[in-house]
């Protein structure tokens, strides 16, 4: 993930030279006991956890022996932040602190150029104290003035015998903010010690996700920003994204209270600024996402497909609500199809509302509600000229019809052609690791049947007479999702079932089961 | 007149071989932009949709003049060096299109363009148009809508997403309110035009007479547009919606710049600041149209046909 716990940024920091407290990332109480007792018993620990107040919430304890570490560290590895569990703490020597200083380099996107914060006097409240804050310009390519960094040390009742240390400290955060490509760089607080040491005793880094690809290095595995390490549904999601590269798709879970009367949906957006104003609307009528989702840049079938499949891993959900900027440029049909194929294979027993306003938006809203239409739930389907706010208002009055019921994840219903040796199959590849194949049950495609299939099918098949046969080839083939996709809900949609698209998503179809 | 695009410009499009080049440069071609050349490397003495291809910018400025403006459609990763390219052979204006550039490409580009004396629109961004006059980037989708669609008028359309951007023209146009100029600035954290960069280009338009802006969670563009109001730089009427009430500190909502951290860029501080500076923030987005024609109406406007 694009953000690094804090022994990662402190390794970093190592690497350029700055000194950084003896100790290790421990996983187990074992680790940590043993990690103890080489430092000699008192020691720090530290929940690695990205949240601010690691502090207030018991996350910092200071063990006095091996054995106290021990049992610190199975309590620690117990809690849990937000939703999430602790994985690791970092037991750390004990450091006697003479000064503490506050260094931050971040973005400014008004100086668009890094800046770089420096305080005498610690972190703590540096917000409220905006005049005890020296504020630096950092040069892209050359990196922070270090005479300024000096006369700034200079000025300050800091010995003067640890200056030269506190300057190649800066400037080695600095270069490892340009090396990394960080979007900002914390180290609070950078200590001076009694034993005459500058040390680096935390450290916060967020690498810029859209540099990742270029800093293997860093063994960044989700080049997303979350609040919290990367679920297994959002894994599945990025390795989705990762393989079909045809239009963008975003996942993230994001935290729900767990309250009594708490409702949450599946929210499924278009658009990165549609989704935000459409989330909105549906959180003004009483609703909490369970995630974040945006499938825009004209996506296939096949990735909104996925976005849907994914979103309804999601237990508890009681409605799955739709929405983006409402004048999209994409064509919207194809979105349609993606999220019918998904409701239909899983049978959707909660209220679905689909904004789909935009480009053949009106194709788009009919695909969907005559693909929904034998659905237990309703499905209803919203155009550019309806507002946000009247399409949440209509997604809270079916949900409110549907007598409380949530959402279980199932597993998809396949029809019995798929795997038979009379059927015609062929395979489509979405790209790297996610692949399915498309199958026509060939036994049943009478004349009319096969009529209807050649019709649908985008030009992909062909009849001379003797049965259907491919009319592009094999290499074409392999693209043809969205045109299948298509076919296969025209065709249901005529009385003949006779096409499926078998795509499996990786995580979720090959696992025997198992839900998120 | 309008700001940034009309027909007099002369634009170059960088990466006009590609998917995207060719069906944008189609698309721009359509709208009554004056694209005169393109630019792919290895390419040069081609054409596209009759525009020439030229090997790089000053080979194309030396066939074909000067030029105005340069869009951009080359992978993110090449976006920086295409960019630098353009502006160090004298181009005063660049827009960059493309996706997912890395942030510290565009400081470098943002550098370029200060030691120039250029200005630069995007990253991330979908782009620019003036109804009636022309279009850069990808914005509009096809010439058709687009024309059917966006109406020429008086208001300034500034957006942070690239949807919403033309959303906010066609609800405004539906409630009868014509537009100027419509400026997508872009999604990303480093921006070139930012909202107040673009509100002071509208203030000085004689044919703007309001602005409506569509702005989000993360950064400061949104306030810093408020310290102009409060200023007096940006006197015309302002109309705002912020989107991402309900997003939590700390997780990004698809754009890179759409972020709260360490308390700065939430929601509340941007109407409030907004607000205080004097202009109309609605809390629906389906409430702009009405606030957008009301305010015209309030400041003794024509509303355009």
Sequence with gaps: M??????????????????????????????????????????????????????????????ESADEAGKDAERLLGMRIGQFPVEQVLVEERIAIKDELFVSMSINDAARAPVLLLSLAGGSGVEERADAV??????????????????????????????????????????????????????????????????????????????????????????????????????????????????????????????????????????????????????HAGFTPANFTDTSGNPSSAKVYAAARIILQQEGVVGYFGSGSGVASQEQHHSAYGVAKAFRELGLDIPAVIRLGGNSEDRA?????????????????????????????????????????????????????????????????????????????NQNCDEKATEVVLANCGGVLEDHG????????????????SEMIACEIECALAGYPVVYVDLPIPGIDDLEGEVC | MAILIDETKKVLVQGITGREGRARTKLMLGMGTNVVCGVTPGKGGQDVDGVPVFNDVPEAIRACGEIDISVVFVPARLVKGAAIDAIEAGVKLVVLVPDRVPVWDAMAVAKCATKHGASFVGPNTLGILSPGRGSLGMIGGNAESAKKWFKKGSVGVISRSGGMTSSCAYYIGQAGVGMSTLVHVGGDQVLGLRIPDVALLFEADPETEAIVIFGEIGGSQEEDLAALMNAGKVTKPVVAYIGGKAAKEGTRFSHAGAIIEGGKGTHDGKIKALREAGATVVDAFGELPEAALRTLKTAGIAVGS
Excluded at chain 1, 214 to 228: M, S, V, Y
Excluded at chain 1, 258 to 264: Q, S, V
Excluded at chain 1, 392 to 417: C, M, Q, S, Y
């Design chain 1, 365 to 441: 809203v009919r695909i969907l509600e005559a693909a929904c239409a034998g659905l237990p739930a309703e499905v209803v389907g919203f155009k550019k000229d309806d507002p946000p706010a009247r399409c949440a208002e209509r997604f809270k009055a079916l949900v409110d019809a549907n007598g409380g019921k949530v959402w279980t994840p199932r597993k998809r219903t396949i029809p019995a052609f798929v795997g038979s040796s009379e059927a015609i199959v062929f395979r489509i590849d979405l790209g790297d690791g996610w692949e399915g194949n498309v199958w026509i049950d």
């Design chain 1, 134 to 283: 020296h504020q630096m310009p950092v040069d892209p390519e050359t990196g922070v003035d270090l005479a300024e960094v000096r006369s700034v040390l200079a000025g300050s009742a800091i010995e003067a015998k640890f200056h030269d240390g506190l300057v190649d400290a800066i400037d080695g955060a600095v270069r490892m903010a340009r090396e990394i490509e960080a979007r900002s760089v914390e180290i609070n607080p950078l200590v001076t010690t009694d034993d005459g040491r500058v040390v680096a005793a935390d450290s916060r880094v967020t690498i810029d996700d859209y540099a990742v690809f270029r800093h293997p290095e860093l063994g960044i595995d989700i080049a997303r920003e979350l609040d919290h390490p990367p679920t297994r549904l959002e894994r599945i999601a990025y390795d989705i994204e990762q393989a079909d590269h045809r239009g963008t798709f975003y996942f993230a879970k994001l935290p729900t209270t767990g309250a009594a009367d708490e409702r949450t949906i599946g929210f499924h957006g278009a658009g990165g600024g549609g989704s935000m104003m459409s989330m909105d609307a549906v959180v």
């Design chain 1, 2 to 63: 694009a953000r690094l716990h804090e022994y990662e940024g402190k390794a970093l920091l190592a690497e350029r030279g700055l000194t950084i407290p003896k100790g290790a990332a421990c996983s187990t109480p074992a680790e940590a006991k043993a990690t103890a007792e080489s430092l000699g018993g008192a020691c720090v620990m530290k929940i690695q956890a990205w949240t601010t107040s690691r502090k207030a919430q018991g996350g910092v304890v200071f063990p």
């Design chain 1, 466 to 481: 003797d049965g259907l046969s491919f009319a592009v080839s094999n290499e074409e083939l392999l693209k043809k999702d």
